[in-house]
C-alpha cells in the first residue's frame, strides 16, 4: 500500500522574519576585555552589518522599525558596548605599555618573543596608544638579556 501526503509544502520564509546565523563566521574576532580587541571587533562587525543593510541600527537614534530583544534599542546596546571596552582606557594603555617596556625573552623562542611584543603593541593601539617602530625595536633589545 503506498500513501500519498497531499499536503501543500510550508510557504517560504519572508523577509520580515529574523533570520538567525551564527556571528563567528562573519567576524573572526571574539570580543574581549581583557585582549582590548574592541576596535578590531567593532570595525568588522559594522562591515558585516552594513553588508546586510542593517548599520544604521547601532549609528542612528532609535526608529520604531528596530527590533532589539533587550530593553532600549540598538544603538544604546551598543553605545554600552563601547563604553564597556573604553573604560579606564587609560590605565589599561599605563599597564599595557610598562609590560611591553619590561618584556624578556627568558625561555621563548624568538618568533614566540617577536610575536609577543607585536601582539601587545596591536593592543596598544586598539586602545588608541600606538608605539612607534623604533620604540618596538628597542623595548626587543632590551628584553634579549
Known sequence: ????????????????????FSITNKVPVKLRLEKYNYNSWSSLFKIHLGSLGLKFHVEEEASPKQVVSTLGNAKELWDHLQGLFHDNKDARAISLDNEL??????MMSINDYCTKIKSMADMLK????????????IYAVNGLD
Open 1 to 20: 500500500m503506498v500513501v500519498v501526503d497531499n499536503t501543500p509544502p510550508p510557504p517560504p520564509p519572508t523577509a520580515d522574519k529574523l533570520i538567525l
Open 101 to 106: 617596556r619590561s618584556i624578556k625573552i627568558g
Open 126 to 137: 586598539n586602545i588608541g596608544s600606538s608605539i612607534s617602530e623604533k620604540n618596538l625595536v
